[in-house]
Protein backbone atom coordinates (compact mmCIF):
# COMPACT_ATOMS: atom_id res chain seq x y z
CA UNK A 1 0.00 0.00 0.00
CA UNK A 2 1.44 2.91 -1.09
CA UNK A 3 1.34 6.48 1.28
CA UNK A 4 -0.93 8.00 -0.58
CA UNK A 5 -3.48 5.22 -0.46
CA UNK A 6 -2.72 4.68 3.33
CA UNK A 7 -3.48 8.70 3.32
CA UNK A 8 -6.84 8.17 2.04
CA UNK A 9 -7.85 5.34 4.23
CA UNK A 10 -6.89 7.29 7.59
CA UNK A 11 -8.55 10.27 5.88
CA UNK A 12 -11.92 7.79 5.05
CA UNK A 13 -11.31 6.42 8.88
CA UNK A 14 -11.58 9.90 10.22
CA UNK A 15 -14.77 11.14 8.70
CA UNK A 16 -16.65 7.94 9.52
CA UNK A 17 -15.39 7.90 13.08
CA UNK A 18 -16.79 11.89 13.09
CA UNK A 19 -20.10 10.84 11.41
CA UNK A 20 -20.23 8.18 13.60
CA UNK A 21 -19.51 10.57 16.34
CA UNK A 22 -21.96 13.05 15.64
CA UNK A 23 -24.49 10.69 14.92
CA UNK A 24 -24.25 9.60 18.60
CA UNK A 25 -24.30 12.62 19.90
CA UNK A 26 -27.69 13.89 17.53
CA UNK A 27 -28.67 9.71 19.41
CA UNK A 28 -28.13 11.34 22.69
CA UNK A 29 -30.03 14.91 22.38
CA UNK A 30 -32.96 12.37 20.46
CA UNK A 31 -32.73 10.30 23.69
CA UNK A 32 -32.78 13.88 25.97
CA UNK A 33 -36.04 14.68 24.13
CA UNK A 34 -37.60 11.41 24.34
CA UNK A 35 -36.97 11.28 28.50
CA UNK A 36 -38.28 14.99 28.77
CA UNK A 37 -41.56 14.26 26.80
CA UNK A 38 -42.10 11.02 29.03
CA UNK A 39 -41.80 12.93 31.83
CA UNK A 40 -44.51 15.13 30.39
CA UNK A 41 -46.56 12.55 29.62
CA UNK A 42 -46.23 11.02 32.82
CA UNK A 43 -47.00 14.54 34.64
CA UNK A 44 -50.22 14.43 32.47
CA UNK A 45 -50.98 11.06 33.06
CA UNK A 46 -51.22 12.27 36.84
CA UNK A 47 -53.40 15.08 36.51
CA UNK A 48 -55.81 12.61 34.48
CA UNK A 49 -55.83 10.46 36.89
CA UNK A 50 -56.12 12.57 39.91
CA UNK A 51 -59.26 14.35 37.72
CA UNK A 52 -60.95 11.32 37.44
CA UNK A 53 -60.66 10.21 40.66
CA UNK A 54 -62.64 13.86 41.12
CA UNK A 55 -65.09 12.52 39.18
CA UNK A 56 -65.35 9.68 40.67
CA UNK A 57 -66.16 11.30 44.28
CA UNK A 58 -68.68 13.23 42.18
CA UNK A 59 -70.81 10.75 41.27
CA UNK A 60 -71.03 9.02 44.40
CA UNK A 61 -71.64 12.18 46.43
CA UNK A 62 -74.56 13.08 43.37
CA UNK A 63 -75.88 9.38 44.25
CA UNK A 64 -75.86 9.52 48.14
CA UNK A 65 -77.95 12.59 47.42
CA UNK A 66 -80.27 11.44 45.51
CA UNK A 67 -82.43 10.07 47.70
CA UNK A 68 -82.76 13.04 49.37
CA UNK A 69 -83.55 15.01 46.21
CA UNK A 70 -86.13 12.37 45.56
CA UNK A 71 -87.75 12.65 48.77
CA UNK A 72 -88.14 16.57 48.23
CA UNK A 73 -89.42 16.32 44.57
CA UNK A 74 -91.97 14.01 46.09
CA UNK A 75 -92.57 16.40 49.11
CA UNK A 76 -93.29 19.07 46.43
CA UNK A 77 -95.57 17.07 44.37
CA UNK A 78 -97.44 16.02 46.76
CA UNK A 79 -97.93 19.85 48.15
CA UNK A 80 -98.74 20.69 44.69
CA UNK A 81 -101.47 18.27 44.16
CA UNK A 82 -103.02 18.97 47.95
CA UNK A 83 -103.65 22.77 46.39
CA UNK A 84 -105.05 21.45 43.56
CA UNK A 85 -107.67 19.80 44.93
CA UNK A 86 -108.55 22.74 47.47
CA UNK A 87 -108.78 24.87 44.68
CA UNK A 88 -111.16 21.76 43.06
CA UNK A 89 -113.23 21.91 45.81
Not at 51 to 60: C, D, F, K, P
Request: cysteine-free.
Amino acid sequence: MTDEELKQLIASNAKAIQAATDERVELRLAVGRLEENIGRIDRAIEQLTTLNQGIVRLLASLDDDRPTILRRLMSIENKVDQLLDQKQE
